[in-house]
């Protein structure tokens, strides 16, 4: 009897936690609840998104963010992990376990808060640099220091806007057009481009 009492306790345990927001996965871009604060672009940036990850053929990937015109694209340089994620957010899909861009996002959601926009803001020892900022349960904001290449992936799993520097997408922007050259699956990519490292 005992035995079957552990049992029971067991399994209600199991279908109470089963039933409960820690094992459910929430879906990507899903809100934690009405929007309190506005993203709101600062001055001198324009809003992107991604045109597309590409796969150099010298080794590595790329990321291109361009703004609502498509002439111009931003290369940035990333890590494969970083790629897939992007890739896979873009896309709308998920592995079926979370991928460490899924769990920031997972973790902001249980904590109360939500992301309202990233930013791609400098371009420093051929290194650039952004921000995440994220809205507390509080209603305060919480400004971080960022890897591009995190901020596109939480930009696009939470649906939120994707700025860049204006003068960042002048100077080392590529015409989109001239992309689609060279006959390889990087394109016109060039072949050191700033990297989100």
């Given at each position: 009897?005992?035995?079957?009492?552990?049992?029971?306790?067991?399994?209600?345990?199991?279908?109470?936690?089963?039933?409960?927001?820690?094992?459910?996965?929430?879906?990507?871009?899903?809100?934690?609840?009405?929007?309190?604060?506005?993203?709101?672009?600062?001055?001198?940036?324009?809003?992107?998104?991604?045109?597309?990850?590409?796969?150099?053929?010298?080794?590595?990937?790329?990321?291109?963010?361009?703004?609502?015109?498509?002439?111009?694209?931003?290369?940035?340089?990333?890590?494969?992990?970083?790629?897939?994620?992007?890739?896979?957010?873009?896309?709308?899909?998920?592995?079926?376990?979370?991928?460490?861009?899924d769990l920031l996002s997972e973790t902001i959601h249980e904590l109360g808060g939500r992301?309202?926009?990233?930013?791609?803001?400098?371009?420093?020892?051929?290194?650039?640099?952004?921000?995440?900022?994220?809205?507390?349960?509080?209603?305060?904001?919480?400004?971080?220091?960022?890897?591009?290449?995190?901020?596109?992936?939480?930009?696009?799993?939470?649906?939120?806007?994707?700025?860049?520097?204006?003068q960042l997408l002048d100077d080392e922007g590529v015409s989109v057009p001239s992309l689609?050259?060279?006959?390889?699956?990087?394109?016109?990519?060039?072949?050191?481009?700033?990297?989100?490292?």
């Amino acid at each position: 009897m005992r035995f079957q009492s552990i049992v029971a306790v067991a399994i209600a345990c199991t279908l109470q936690l089963a039933a409960g927001p820690g094992c459910k996965r929430r879906p990507h871009g899903a809100a934690a609840g009405p929007p309190a604060i506005a993203a709101t672009m600062p001055a001198g940036y324009v809003e992107t998104h991604v045109l597309r990850v590409v796969a150099m053929h010298s080794g590595g990937n790329a990321v291109l963010l361009t703004d609502s015109a498509e002439l111009v694209a931003l290369p940035i340089f990333i890590g494969g992990t970083e790629a897939t994620s992007i890739d896979l957010r873009a896309r709308g899909d998920h592995y079926v376990r979370p991928l460490t861009h899924d769990l920031l996002s997972e973790t902001i959601h249980e904590l109360g808060g939500r992301a309202v926009q990233v930013q791609v803001d400098d371009l420093v020892s051929d290194v650039y640099r952004g921000t995440v900022v994220l809205e507390r349960a509080d209603g305060s904001l919480l400004v971080m220091d960022a890897r591009p290449s995190d901020c596109v992936a939480l930009a696009l799993g939470e649906k939120v806007p994707l700025y860049v520097r204006k003068q960042l997408l002048d100077d080392e922007g590529v015409s989109v057009p001239s992309l689609a050259g060279e006959g390889s699956p990087s394109g016109g990519v060039p072949r050191r481009a700033p990297t989100s490292l």
